[in-house]
């Protein structure tokens, strides 16, 4: 029993957070196609976060008396 129990937590390290937390979603809404389509949702979010293109900034610090701080 303790082997197996060895086991088990190496495969859980192992296996990725990823993983566990994907089949933790799923045990949460006791539902799979529900898990699966919030799996996708987020997926699909980001994606789209990941699609927009990063902004372009200054080239030169702003000025000192700008700077309330």
């Known amino acids: 029993m303790r082997g197996l129990t060895g086991v088990v937590l190496a495969s859980l390290v192992l296996g990725g957070c990823a993983e566990l937390n994907d089949s933790l979603v799923r045990s949460w809404f006791k539902d799979r196609e529900l ?18 293109p990063q902004p372009e900034l200054p080239k030169r610090p702003a000025p000192a008396f700008l700077d309330e701080g």
């Open 35 to 52: 898990g699966d389509r919030v799996s996708s949702q987020i997926r699909e979010g980001l994606e789209r976060r990941q699609a927009v």
